[in-house]
């Protein structure tokens, strides 16, 4: 006799591509969707499901493991990766906003807010996991935009929000 549970799927033998846009997603924890989806889609979570982001700036999926997906409408917080808006948090936990940091840009302090979410990494008050929809450190994400920041200044081709 076989065992009618042999065959059924586990965590982390899903797809790791967006069944939407075939873009390679980021296992996050089962923790970020809790804390971030609306009501009505955490209704509808499987936590035995590996779930990932999708980071494509072009495709409405936020998460998605095999082809269930959650889109941005389920999420609670706007998304930093699909939503060009000036005011999206980079930093989900301290609040720094795309125009945010660009005003740091402009007042040559964006080194010191790098610094200061570095501080708060190093005392243990980053909250990543439950704050950042992407479900992990936002501070990879800060650093590349005041790069494009500061490189789009030196080209003097406007803001590159
Ligand atoms: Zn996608």
């Keep these: 006799m076989t065992d009618p ?5 586990t ?9 939407v846009c075939g ?9 970020t969707l809790k804390a971030l989806l609306t009501p009505g889609a955490l209704a509808t979570l499987a936590p035995e499901r590996a779930y990932r982001f999708c980071p494509d700036a072009g495709c409405d ?18 998304v930093y990766q699909k939503d060009r808006s000036t005011d999206v948090p980079v ?8 125009a945010g940091l660009e005003l740091a840009r402009l007042d040559g302090h964006a080194e010191a807010i ?16 439950v704050n950042n929809p992407q479900g992990s450190c936002c501070l990879g994400t800060v650093k590349g935009l ?3 920041l500061r490189d789009a200044a030196r080209a003097g081709a406007g803001a590159a929000l």
């Design 61 to 78: 999926v936020v998460y998605f493991a095999g082809g269930h997906t959650y889109a941005q409408a389920d999420v609670k917080v706007r």
């Design 23 to 31: 873009t390679t997603g980021k296992p996050v924890k089962l923790i």
């Design 11 to 19: 965590r982390g033998e899903t797809s790791s591509v967006c069944p």
């Design 91 to 98: 930093c989900y936990c301290f609040g720094h906003t795309r």
């Design 146 to 148: 005041v790069t494009r």
């Design 5 to 9: 549970l042999c065959c059924a799927p």
């Design 114 to 129: 790098t610094q200061s979410i570095q501080g708060h990494i190093k005392a243990g008050r980053c909250g990543c996991e």
